[in-house]
């Protein structure tokens, strides 16, 4: 009887710690996940399993020239964003209970979710060319985001997060599709680690 009590103290102990949230202040490299990640107030999380992402904001990404091949696929990447990012959320949460609810625009706060806003700063799909012929970093893809989670009305966490993307894809929509799936894996782990 004192095995099974005591066992059922650890174990409430350790989820306690597992679901205590990120002291005020600035992280980098959080979890060896998110780059930069600033907690501004205390905030509490706890059981909510609804993640709501406002419309991501895509208006600091640098497009390419017209006249470039990937100009078409990075539009129209950017113009299914929201969407391609809550797919890869909800892959990512699913299997924890959570649920990924896009709003229809941003001023939606809801003191019962966990609300997101992205605004996305880069969307790169490098060059191919550089990639072969120079190599040493020179055209990589690269992939990234700033963002904002909210408690209610209150903006609490602030984070930057960027996805360097080296491989030789000879595919710019696989790659594009790679460079969403693994930010967006990245923002799953760290919703979880809140």
């Not at 904002?148 to 030789?168: E, K, M, Q």
């Not at 967006?184 to 680690?193: C, P, Q």
Request: glycine share 8%; net charge positive; charged share 30%.
């Amino acid at each position: 009887m004192k095995k099974t009590t005591l066992i059922l103290a650890i174990l409430m102990f350790s989820c306690m710690g597992m679901m205590a949230q990120v002291k005020v202040g600035k992280y980098k490299d959080w979890k060896k996940t998110i780059d930069l990640l600033e907690v501004k107030a205390s905030y509490d999380f706890t059981g909510r399993k609804t993640v709501i992402l406002l419309p991501v904001e895509t208006k600091d990404v640098k497009l390419p020239d017209k006249g470039n091949d990937n100009y078409k696929l990075v539009v129209k990447s950017l113009d299914n964003l929201t969407k391609s990012v809550a797919t890869e959320l909800q892959k990512n949460l699913q299997k924890q209970g959570y649920k990924v609810v896009v709003a229809e625009n941003a001023d939606v706060r809801d003191p019962e979710a966990i609300v997101l806003q992205l605004n996305w700063t880069e969307f790169d799909l490098g060059s191919r060319a550089l990639r072969a012929w120079v190599g040493f970093g020179a055209g990589n893809a690269g992939f990234g985001t700033d963002g904002v989670f909210y408690d209610g009305d209150n903006a609490v966490i602030t984070f930057s997060h960027r996805r360097i993307a080296p491989l030789d894809i000879k595919d710019y929509e696989k790659l594009a599709a790679k460079g969403v799936r693994e930010l967006s894996e990245d923002l799953a782990k760290m919703i979880l680690g809140l």
